[in-house]
């Protein structure tokens, strides 16, 4: 409920900022380290980070020369790593250890508030901030279990099923960097708020990637802002010479009009 009320809220806004400017577009691509958090961590277990990535799509609308909504539709790979120890029969003895390397893909939607400070009419520092949903679509977990590795394909389900993840996380992005021309560079925070697991039932596991990231923006509105700077700036330079050209032409008939002798 609280996922769809979001994503409602966030097609509205888009829908009216649509209707009264023109937005910008582009790739965005990142690198990422990935984390689990978790509040109580058993004696002899842990768990450790793991790199990620994300790739997609951004959007961005201007609310005035510094200030814009930046949407982007992301494909996010999550997770992390896992190491504790599993007991053998009923006398607790240690047999064997238990790594796992947990690897859930996201599709994720952040819509970020973003403030550029411009340096120079070409570099500008950046940052924002906002809300983030995602729903999980894939992944795949490696285990090293009893002497054994396998690969097993994460499932999403509601809490308490045996599956291994949420369906849904949402949680709050942030980012900072810079911006040369139509290139950025930026680091990036993504903050679970959900607990994304469903297979340890008393404990709240969330999400956290800390990451760098590069994108492209291109748009209509910049081509045509430039397009009417130019515009603009040769008007002024054909005026004189339009008037320069017509001082030309009628200056032979003003003089034989003033060298005319009225009797």
Known sequence: MKISLLYSLLTGLLVSLSLSAQPRFGIRASVQNCFLTYPTVQTGTSFG???G???GVVLEWPLST??????SLLLSSKGSTFAGTVSYGTTGVVFAANNTVFRPLYLQLPALLVYRFPVTPRFKLLVGAGPYGAIGVGGTMLRDVLYQNFEVAITYGP???GTQFRR??????ALAGIEVGKCNFT???????????SFIVSTDIRNRTIGFSAGFLVGAGSETKRLSTTTNSNSPAQCPASSSRLRQTRSPMLRLVSNKRVW
């Open 159 to 161: 809490k308490g099923t």
């Open 66 to 71: 510094s200030w814009a909504i930046q949407p």
């Open 168 to 173: 849904y996380d949402y949680g709050v992005s």
């Open 53 to 55: 990535y994300d790739v």
């Open 187 to 197: 680091l990036n925070l993504n903050e679970g708020l959900a607990n994304t697991t």
């Open 49 to 51: 980070t793991r790199i």
